[in-house]
């Protein structure tokens, strides 16, 4: 038996081998168990029982993890053993990707069955992924407050605040003692999640303050809400930027915040996990931009989908792949007269990629947490020019001393030596200019950035080694 808790990485792997386990037991799967079971025998039956009871222990958000890692097949036939009452939870739990095969795989009924456990918010992640048609019949299922809400969600960006905010928290008073406010809490059944702080209104809705929990906990029983509330609370607005807002969380350290409108009316909360969830949505949408895809991909797609999601940047690819060959055509002769450089001419553009790789990466990072702006780049260009420079002529002397020990020509050296350094420098340039310009532009600058970078130092690292080679050594 493991010694792991039932919520460790460990764990949840164990969990996942269960079910791989129980669906061929099941017959489901590229797999089958050693024994063929029948439906209807008592093996088969003592297998589905286990798979089922195994399911109702599981969070929703592991549920999610083991539905994301099986094929297409297997992640229905689990998703159809899922209790109903839970299909919300877990749909929400699910990449975008997922969801979809998911929504797909249920009738009207089951979706709009699977919305009505949601809060409004929850809804407002869902309904892009929903049809339309179930979407305002869910509407018309919904009270006047909760369909207010998700409108008002709706109707944001979703990099905007509003479109992550939370309704479900707690206000009070300032004219009330803290011994009445612990009364009021009393009364409910559960406060929300990461409820760290109250909210203090006025009776317009107005927020005047927060009150810690903390502090709630410690004051005397006697002093009012306005002595022992805090009156300047970090606050966000509902168009304000979401990555702005991740990066006060951070800063701050913050539970949860307050979102007010312009006349300064409560909206609504942020709480942390919502940023957290939003931190990593926006990495994991970096890394694929970066890479040249254009979406987040279910690893068990069809052929055609995936196709469809990398195709365009490898088209690009190849548009940059062609131009590097015909750079290298140029130089034939050169290539012919000495065939050194064949063998060294794919070390200056590889060193070359992997630096301007290494400054774009920098510059991205930067821009997303807003540290870099366009107006620094000037500066950044000096930096990193320098930076390539030290680099280029180290490692540049290194390899030098590598090919006049291979090759015993003093002229080859000297010609990589300029070489690494003056493609490491055109890498560091290019890899500030690209993503400040496709910023300045208002596009992603991560989306093809590493295609772009290695195409450039690619042509560039050929011309500039082949060149220079055919003027000073042929």
């Known amino acids: 038996m493991s010694d792991s808790s039932p919520n460790s990485p460990d764990s949840l792997q164990d969990r996942l081998d269960q079910v791989v386990l129980l669906l061929d037991q099941l017959g489901i799967g590229d797999h089958r168990g050693a024994v063929e079971e029948t439906e209807g025998s008592l093996a088969y039956g003592a297998s589905l029982i286990a798979l089922q009871r195994l399911l109702d222990e599981l969070h929703p958000a592991d549920i999610a993890y083991i539905l994301e890692s099986l094929p297409f097949e297997e992640r229905l036939a689990v998703w159809q053993r899922v209790r109903s009452e839970r299909d919300g939870e877990i749909l929400l739990e699910v990449s975008d990707a997922v969801r979809e095969t998911l929504i797909a795989d249920m009738d009207d009924y089951e979706i709009i069955a699977a919305a009505n456990s949601l809060d409004a918010d929850e809804l407002a992640d869902l309904a892009p992924d929903l049809p339309r048609d179930v979407v305002r019949e869910l509407m018309d299922t919904l009270d006047a407050q ?17 479109a992550l905010m939370d309704f479900d928290m707690v206000t009070i008073r300032d004219d009330v003692s803290l011994e009445v406010v612990i009364r009021y809490l009393r009364r409910f059944e559960v406060l929300p999640d990461h409820t760290d702080k109250l909210f203090v209104v006025d009776g317009e809705g107005v927020l005047k303050g927060v009150l810690p929990i903390k502090r709630l906990l410690v004051g005397s029983p006697d002093e009012l809400v306005y002595d022992a509330m805090a009156g300047e609370p970090v606050i966000f607005g509902p168009l304000d930027d979401a990555g702005e807002a991740a990066q006060a969380f951070e800063r701050y350290d913050l539970v949860s ?7 300064g009316r409560l909206q609504g909360r942020l709480t942390i996990d919502v940023m957290v969830d939003y931190i990593r949505e926006e990495g994991e949408t ?3 931009n970066a890479a040249g895809l254009r979406e987040e991909e279910d690893i068990f797609a069809s052929v055609w989908k995936s196709v469809r999601n990398r195709w365009a940047w490898l088209a690009v690819n190849l548009c940059t792949a062609l131009i590097a060959s015909r750079v290298i055509g140029l130089f034939e002769n050169s290539i012919e007269q000495l065939v050194a450089l064949a063998a060294l001419m794919p070390i200056v553009a590889g060193i070359g990629g992997n630096s301007g790789n290494q400054t774009i990466t920098m510059i991205v990072r930067g821009i997303a947490t807003g540290q870099v702006q366009v107006a620094h780049g000037r500066r950044l260009i000096r930096k990193e020019a320098l930076v390539a420079m030290i680099n280029g002529l180290f490692w540049g002397v290194v390899l030098s001393v590598i090919a006049y020990w291979l090759y015993a020509s003093v002229a080859l050296a000297i010609v990589l030596l300029a070489a690494m350094t003056l493609n490491m420098l055109l890498a560091s340039i290019m890899g500030v200019v690209i993503p400040l310009a496709r910023m300045r532009m208002g596009r992603d600058p991560a989306l093809g950035a590493s295609v772009m970078i290695t195409a450039i130092t690619d042509s560039g690292g050929f011309f500039i080694f082949l060149g220079l080679a055919t003027i000073f050594l042929l």
């Open 146 to 162: 909760q369909r207010e809400r998700l409108q008002s969600a709706l109707s944001y960006d979703d990099d905007q605040v509003g």
């Open 257 to 263: 915040a307050p979102v007010v409108d312009a006349q």
């Open 286 to 288: 970096e890394a694929l």
